[in-house]
Structures are given as structure tokens and as C-alpha cells.
């Protein structure tokens, strides 16, 4: 199963733009994570943040979190072709026993110089 | 080891066979977790451990996927009777504990001919 659905499934911006990629999910949840993937590669972990948060910044990275709406987004500032890669979020889902990470089906981001 | 590691890198075996998966996690990490991710899409929970103990096999596709992490150290995973469907990237991650971000291997490329 998954939880956790990102919007848009693909972006394709220049370098030195703003990426946002939303994620929605349906149940209760404790944490959400985002990771990014390249080309196929193992999956990176970009950032966490608690549900008790609303907003978390790493670097360049902005990840904000509505539990109301049961959503997040992730904001990539000033964009490089680096960031080319696809972009997961993956929410703690409760299971029969303890909690197992679910992830979306991802955000293809697409930077050009 | 620095990380997760994963072993064959790629497996191709013929319909009908049997193939063992293995994980070696991050020295210390106790949670322990097996995907799968089809070309394009996120990864596919299947089921993740604490230590030894299983805590959610509910991802498993059917009865001829099992997984194994007798010593809470490296785990096996195995599928029986191999089918084409099955042919996919197998990841396995782990972590320190719940919640913490995860850290991926590079996964085995599943070939059923």
C-alpha cells in the first residue's frame, strides 16, 4: 500500500528557480520524511520532520507540514541541475505492530542550466 | 560496514527458481526494512524488522515471499518459485531505531526469465 501521494508527478524547471513538490497522505501520522533518488540509484534521506512541527529548513531545502490537511510540501530553492532527481515522502503508518515507512509514488524533478 | 549492503547486485534466475536476497545493515541499527520498487514508482513496502523479530510481513506480496533476520544482524530475503511479475529492485534499509530516517543499500535488480 501507499500513503503518501506527491503533486506534481513531474516538474521541469531552470537552474536558479524554486521547485515545489506537495505530498498528501490519509492517515495519522507521527513524522514525515522526504527522500530524493537519482536515476535509479539508492534512496537518499533529505529531511524529517515531527508532526508536532510546521515548518523545518535544511539548507536549501523548506519542508512545511499541515496535519490539518494531512499535508506537506517540499520547496527547493535557488535550483541546480544537481537536483535532477526523483523526490519521495514517506509517512510512519501504524501497522499491527509498531509503525512501517510508506512511500508516494514521487515527484520527477527536472533541472536545466 | 559504512553502509547497507546488498547482495547479488543483480540476480537473474529462470521461472520456477528460488532466489535468497541479502542485507547487511548498518553495524548497530536495530529496524531493518525490505522494498521493492518497480521502474518509475515509489518503493513497495514489504515488511521490516526490530532485531530478529518481524514485526510486519503484511507487505509480502503471497506466500512465496518470506524474510529472515535470525541473529537481528543481516537478513535474507527469499522468494520461492520465481514468477516474471517479480521481477523488480529489491532495497533494503535500516536504522538506529523508530523514528529515524533510513539507510538504503543499493538494491538487487530481480530478472525472471
Known amino acids: 500500500s501507499q500513503q503518501g501521494e506527491e503533486d506534481p508527478q513531474a516538474l521541469s524547471i531552470q537552474e536558479g528557480e524554486n521547485a515545489t513538490m506537495n505530498c498528501s497522505y490519509k492517515?495519522?501520522?507521527?513524522?514525515l520524511q522526504w527522500y530524493r533518488q537519482n536515476s535509479g540509484r539508492g534512496l537518499v534521506h533529505l529531511i524529517l520532520i515531527r508532526s508536532n512541527e510546521r515548518e523545518k529548513h535544511s539548507g536549501r531545502l523548506r519542508v512545511t507540514l499541515d496535519t490539518s490537511k494531512k499535508s506537506s510540501s517540499l520547496l527547493i530553492t535557488a535550483s541546480r541541475a544537481a537536483d535532477t532527481a526523483s523526490y519521495f515522502c514517506?509517512?510512519?503508518?501504524?501497522?499491527?505492530?509498531?509503525?512501517?515507512?510508506?512511500f508516494g509514488k514521487g515527484t520527477t524533478l527536472s533541472v536545466s542550466s | 560496514g559504512a553502509g547497507v549492503s546488498q547482495s547479488p547486485r543483480y540476480k537473474v534466475t529462470k521461472r520456477g527458481q528460488d532466489v535468497a536476497l541479502r542485507c547487511d545493515p548498518i553495524s548497530g541499527h536495530v529496524s531493518l526494512y525490505w522494498y521493492r520498487q518497480a521502474l518509475g514508482q515509489g518503493p513497495e513496502f514489504l515488511t521490516y524488522?526490530?532485531?530478529?523479530?518481524?514485526?510486519?510481513k503484511s507487505g509480502l506480496p503471497n506466500d512465496r515471499f518470506s524474510a529472515e533476520r535470525p541473529e537481528g544482524s543481516i537478513s535474507t530475503l527469499t522468494i520461492q518459485r520465481t514468477e516474471q511479475r517479480d521481477s523488480a529492485m529489491y532495497r533494503c534499509?535500516?536504522?538506529?531505531?523508530?523514528?529515524?530516517?533510513?539507510?538504503f543499500g543499493n538494491g538487487t535488480r530481480l530478472t525472471v526469465t
Open positions: 524488522f526490530n532485531y530478529e523479530a518481524q514485526q510486519d
Open positions: 534499509a535500516s536504522s538506529p531505531g523508530q523514528p529515524s530516517p533510513l539507510h
Open positions: 514517506a509517512t510512519d503508518e501504524l501497522r499491527q505492530a509498531g509503525t512501517a515507512l510508506i
Open positions: 492517515t495519522s501520522i507521527n513524522n
